[in-house]
């Protein structure tokens, strides 16, 4: 039997916060990484293990890359998008309205700033 092609899936966390009338999205500087360094990203995104479920896959990367905490009621699936390239991607884009904590960079080592 052949197999079925298995594109890889990283989830996104949109954090976003309104101050002084404007709305804002928290981002951060890739360093390190190999891929799009230097520029800006959406803070606290990753890969879906294979045992793992999209919401527990972003509640493990926002605790490991800044230190917050995320409960699956408190996140709402908004996008998906599936990216070609030299790998395949399904993207998974979840808008986040509550977290504990206060992000901070903690892989200094592959993030440059947080903003």
């Known amino acids: 039997m052949a197999q079925h092609f298995r594109p890889y899936c990283a989830v996104f966390p949109v954090f976003l916060r309104d101050r002084s009338a404007q709305r804002q999205v928290l981002l951060h500087r890739r360093q390190n990484t190999g891929y799009m360094d230097g520029l800006w990203d959406i803070a606290g995104s990753g890969h879906v293990d294979a045992d793992k ?9 926002c605790r490991e ?11 709402c699936f908004a996008h998906l998008s599936h990216r070609l390239g ?7 884009y ?9 992000p901070e960079i ?3 080592e592959k993030c440059s700033a947080l903003a």
């Open 94 to 102: 979840f808008i986040v309205y509550a977290w504990a904590g206060t």
């Open 53 to 61: 479920t999209a919401t527990q896959a972003l509640a493990r990367e």
């Open 65 to 75: 890359e800044l230190g917050v905490v995320l409960h699956p009621e408190d996140v």
């Open 106 to 108: 903690r892989e200094p």
């Open 86 to 92: 030299a790998r395949t991607y399904c993207d998974l």
